[in-house]
């Protein structure tokens, strides 16, 4: 089944406790994003990736790091988290006609 | 002016309504027009596609867009109760392999 995936679905940390949440797909897809969702601020982008080894700071990067070593995963990294990044995560992947995206992730930050 | 507005809702409708959502746009380098239904617990998924202006159907769902307006609707008619969920709508200035600007989302709410 083609599918974006993402781990944890459910985290709760405390303030400045590094933490990965991973992202993959399987449909072979060359572009990437992490989004933050929020009420009332929407689906916003916090990074992307065109392919392995090129990513690039979408709206609201501040905080947040990404990697993209091979092209299925695509980890979004929170060195220090604080409260202010407590939200709901969605990775996606896209083809020319359409992003797929991922379960989301709700991440809590005490 | 945000680049995307929607309007905010939410909305409720009996069943069998026909529902209208709609967003504007002020950025003219917009030639994807897409409407993205996420159900309560879920990511996004792809409802409509549109390339340029134009109406587009699919069985209950007409998407429509007038790039002169800078103005995109989506219709759902004959609304059931599994209609239920939030609808966004994303726009791009290329293919949907680059980056999206999203509405910010309506919530609908099909009464039985």
């Not at chain 1, 709206?59 to 220090?80: A, C, H, T």
């Not at chain 2, 939030?86 to 919530?107: D, E, H, P, V, W």
């Amino acid at each position: 089944e083609a599918q974006v995936t993402q781990n944890p679905r459910y985290l709760i940390t405390v303030t400045g406790k590094k933490l990965t949440v991973t992202c993959s797909q399987n449909m072979n897809h060359e572009y990437m994003s992490w989004y933050r969702q929020d009420p009332g601020l929407g689906l916003r982008q916090i990074y992307y990736s065109m392919n392995v080894e090129v990513t690039d700071k979408g709206d609201v990067p501040e905080g947040y790091k990404v990697s993209r070593k091979e092209k299925r995963n695509f980890p979004l990294i929170l060195e220090s988290p604080s409260p202010n990044q407590t939200s709901l995560y969605f990775c996606a992947s896209a083809d020319y006609n359409e992003q797929f995206f991922g379960p989301g992730t709700r991440l809590t930050v005490l | 002016q945000k680049e995307v507005e929607q309007d905010p809702g939410p909305l409720s409708v009996p069943e069998g309504a026909i529902v209208s959502l709609n967003c504007t746009y002020s950025n003219s380098a917009f030639q994807y027009f897409m409407w993205y239904r996420q159900y309560s617990r879920k990511g996004p998924e792809l409802l409509m596609y549109t390339y340029s202006s134009g109406n587009k159907e699919d069985g209950r769902f007409t998407a429509q867009v007038d790039k002169s307006s800078k103005y995109i609707s989506l219709f759902i008619r004959d609304s059931q109760p599994s209609d239920s969920a939030t609808y966004l709508c994303a726009m791009s200035a290329r293919r949907a392999n680059s980056k999206l600007t999203f509405g910010k989302g309506i919530t609908l709410s099909v009464r039985p």
